[in-house]
């Protein structure tokens, strides 16, 4: 998902990192919160805190932690990692503004396994009902979750049929190719009145030869002759 965080930090999101609770902001929810790495990374990049911050990641007493957590971090607007509950809150927010009159826009990323949550489904027959048009759902579509294919744990499919059943305006794209990935998240709404889903259709582990398509890559972390090598293919000198 890092080529989707990439396009949102990089012009699509209205954020402003001097400012983090600026109350026009659009608000991003990461519900995938177990990959939280590439967000801090996103937000450290677009100046919300310092890179040096990135060293201790993930270690005891870090400030960040191996789940997103947004105590202490600017940028983040929410803890998540507990699957599921990253929409239901989005689509709180999203009803929020929308009564408030307000123009911030409020966008969730969600991992395809996370889907197999009640919670979502739940969401997504509340969000077309409300109207909810300053909503957009990102689906990492990498077919891989825990302990198997999406397809082998609990098969989605027809998956964008679904959510265009319950009322959203759905596109699919190629969720590395940064031209789609612009395209999708720039003319919002998709459709007056209706919230936006865009299913991005991705590589876990792309650009890594033995990483790509691998179940292993979605709990280990590389050593460091893996990381090197990893590195390395993805062009990576420093």
């Given at each position: 998902m890092a080529d989707l965080l990439a396009v949102l930090y990089n012009g699509i999101l209205r954020v402003d990192?001097?400012?983090?609770?600026?109350?026009?902001?659009?608000?991003?929810?990461?519900?995938k919160g177990h990959a939280c790495a590439a967000l801090y990374v996103a937000l450290a990049e677009r100046g919300f805190f310092p890179d040096s911050w990135l060293d201790d990641f993930y270690q005891d007493g870090a400030r960040l932690a191996g789940h997103a957590t947004h105590?202490?971090?600017p940028g983040v607007e929410i803890s998540t990692g507990s699957l599921g509950h990253g929409l239901p809150?989005?689509?709180?927010?999203?009803?929020a503004a929308k009564r408030n009159?307000?123009?911030?826009?409020?966008?969730?990323?969600?991992?395809?396994g996370e889907c197999d949550e009640g919670s979502n489904w739940e969401a997504a027959?509340?969000?077309p009902h409300h109207r909810l048009d300053n909503l957009v759902v990102i689906i990492d579509y990498n077919k891989i979750q825990?302990?198997?294919t999406v397809k082998e744990v609990l098969d989605l499919e027809p998956f964008a049929d679904k959510w265009r059943a319950f009322g959203w305006a759905v596109q699919e794209i190629d969720g590395h190719n940064v031209g789609q990935i612009e395209q999708a998240l720039t003319d919002l709404p998709a459709k007056a009145d209706k919230p936006t889903c865009?299913?991005?259709?991705t590589?876990?582990?792309?650009g890594v030869s033995f990483m790509e398509h691998k179940l292993l890559w979605h709990y280990r972390s590389p050593n460091s002759e893996e990381m090197t090598g990893a590195m390395s293919e993805l062009g990576v000198t420093e």
């Open positions: 990192p001097k400012r983090p609770d600026w109350a026009e902001r659009d608000r991003f929810i990461l519900s105590v202490g971090v809150i989005a689509c709180g927010m999203a009803l009159r307000e123009l911030h826009r409020v966008f969730v990323m969600l991992s395809d027959l509340f969000a825990s302990l198997g865009v299913i991005a259709h590589i876990k582990g792309k």
